[in-house]
């Protein structure tokens, strides 16, 4: 769960105000003494929108690796993770950023096939477990984890859904807010799940689910913010989402669901950008982001699970579910694929 959940409108406008980043700057003075002591040094991140936000983990991040390194760093949030993505490949020839983090799992077929990141193999790789490095071309480093659940207000709702063909019950019609998959990591998420369960039928599946449907969202974060605003008592989410309120609002009212069919898995990733400015920054940066420092700051203001699994976590964690039936498609499928149910959904799904 990315933490953003209140004011993600404010803050997405905010962001996009100045996301077009910002190179090193250099003085243009002819004295080789003064160029060299103005000149600085800003390392630029491209990340989604909630990970940038107040309440996620990239300030806090970014505080503690420039007091470290002196390095400054700007992050540049210009939406979710698709968004995100877009942007590093219109970029490609021309990057305006180091690193960028977002593009999940299931995004990795596309990230490798527009060639915008180079490999890093990072120390601390060694220390993830192999189930979670679904890269082995290390051009995306695992950094966090979870898997993608149907969350309930259990104030509102007293028989939540146990599956998916269950979200389909006229009961919970006009309950559901679910995320695009054309700008949503968590929105593609679903979409990948629906597909992993109910294969070349999964359109029939949505169609049933249409009229559950309240509405569809841009990001999780417009989506999140009308679930906990009471817009909807079901909202698609993560495994770890609980977790927040229990631990910043001392709060078990919102559950997330683990599903009879299982539950699909994303692990977000880091990568350096091709052409980037600043690679030997861009490396320092991951690696601090794999520390236990930064494991902890992720997993406890990103509400995932830390990639490094000897992370210790605060008992708020055992909110967090682990599936006995992890879903995930194959990434040559996703490849062959994504293109097609993207556009089917959008044609026929009923949404």
Known sequence: MKKTIYAFCFLFLSIMAFASGQQEMSTTSESPESSATMEKKVLNILCYDSFASEWGPGPALV???????????????????????????????????????????????????EGILQPYDAPALAEISSELKFDSSNHLLPFDWGYFAICYDSEVLSNPPSSLEDLTKPEYAKSLVLMDPRTSSPGMG??????AVYGEDYLDYWNRLAPSV??????????????????????????????????????????ALNFAEGNY?????????????????ARQFIDFMLSPEGQLIIATNNIMMPAVTSTELPEAFDMAFYSENPLLLDKEEISKGEEE???????????
């Open 190 to 195: 679903f979409l990948l799940w629906t597909r």
């Open 63 to 113: 505080e503690q690796f420039t007091a470290k390194t002196g390095i400054e760093v700007q992050l540049n949030a210009p939406g979710d993770a698709v968004m995100i993505l877009t942007r590093a490949i219109m970029e490609k020839d021309d990057p305006t950023a180091d690193l960028i983090i977002g593009p999940d799992n299931n995004l990795l077929a596309r990230t490798l096939n």
């Open 265 to 281: 898995l994303q692990v977000e990733g880091v990568g350096i950008i091709k052409g980037a400015a600043h690679p030997d920054a």
């Open 341 to 351: 149910w993207v556009q089917s959904w959008v044609e026929k799904s009923g949404l």
């Open 214 to 255: 309240l509405t569809v969202t841009e990001s999780w974060s417009s989506g999140y913010g009308l679930f906990t605003s009471g817009e909807a008592p079901l909202v698609l989410s993560y495994s770890t989402s609980p977790v927040y309120h229990k631990m910043w609002e001392e709060s078990e009212r919102y559950k």
